[in-house]
């Protein structure tokens, strides 16, 4: 059974940092790519960044390029998400999810697991 763990959420004011981590289990988790979504209040979930399965590349939205950083740590089975400069509009539940290739990764449609979600808040 595929489990995705996210942990690390809470309140921050802008200007803060947050360190996301996503625990997996389940899988052999090298050979997926591993992506980050979120979903604001009142809003449709989007894609945050994404990283291939050996690490050695990275994408990300143009709201967060420059201010997150993606990373994972195979030994680990742990995906994580450097969350620095934060903003009010960065304020969601952000979720970890698990795509088997490198395909559409900014659709949330084609990821196979997902985490249940961590809330992080950023206030003003």
């Known amino acids: 059974q595929v489990q995705l763990v996210e942990s690390g959420g809470g309140l921050v004011q802008a200007g803060g940092s947050l360190r996301l981590s996503c625990a997996a289990s389940?899988?052999?988790?090298?050979?997926?790519?591993m992506g980050w979504f979120r979903r604001a209040p009142g809003k449709e979930r989007e894609f945050v960044a994404v990283?291939?399965?050996?690490?050695?590349?990275?994408e990300y939205a143009d709201s967060v390029k420059g201010r997150f950083t993606i990373s994972r740590d195979n030994a680990k089975n742990t995906v994580y998400l450097q969350m620095n400069s934060l903003k009010p509009e960065d304020t969601a539940v952000y979720y970890c999810?698990?795509?088997?290739?490198?395909?559409?990764?900014?659709?949330?449609?084609?990821?196979?697991?997902w985490g249940q979600g961590t809330q992080v808040t950023v206030s003003s």
């Open positions: 999810a698990a795509n088997p290739a490198y395909r559409e990764i900014r659709v949330g449609g084609y990821y196979n697991y």
């Open positions: 389940g899988l052999t988790f090298s050979t997926y790519v």
């Open positions: 990283i291939t399965g050996s690490g050695g590349r990275q």
